[in-house]
Nanobody
Framework: QVRLVESGGGWAQPGGSLTLSCAASGFSFSVFGMSWARQAPGKGHEWISGVNYDGSDTYYVDDVKGRFTISRDNVKNIVYLQMNNLKPEDTALYSC???????????????WGQGTQVIVSS
């Protein structure tokens, strides 16, 4: 079955960096767009970035544009989220999602992982 396992979360100081990874299995990874979403304490689920099936197109919400970079490795079946210049408001549970199409801006998803916690604090 589809399995998505995130890793790489933790604590970072404001201005610091973290790289999240999401290992995928159980489906044809290179066919589908993948995305990252987050849920901050007391807030709803927020789609923040997506990448198309071959990594050639990427998408970001304004809050993270210029600071976060999504990428994927279709040999290792991993999608990454490089997060730079972190801010306290980036504190959230980050999860990866499998899209339902090949596109990176597909906000629909049919599988997601348990998430990895990111805390940004001084």
């Amino acid at each position: 079955q589809v399995r998505l396992v995130e890793s790489g979360g933790g604590w970072a100081q404001p201005g610091g960096s973290l790289t999240l990874s999401c290992a995928a299995s159980g489906f044809s990874f290179s066919v589908f767009g993948m995305s990252w979403a987050r849920q901050a304490p007391g807030k709803g689920h927020e789609w923040i970035s997506g990448v198309n099936y071959d990594g050639s197109d990427t998408y970001y919400v304004d809050d993270v544009k210029g600071r976060f970079t999504i990428s994927r490795d279709n040999v290792k079946n991993i999608v990454y989220l490089q997060m730079n210049n972190l801010k306290p408001e980036d504190t959230a549970l980050y999860s990866c999602q499998k899209g339902t199409t090949a596109f990176g801006d597909d906000r629909d998803y049919d599988a997601w992982g348990q998430g990895t916690q990111v805390i940004v604090s001084s």
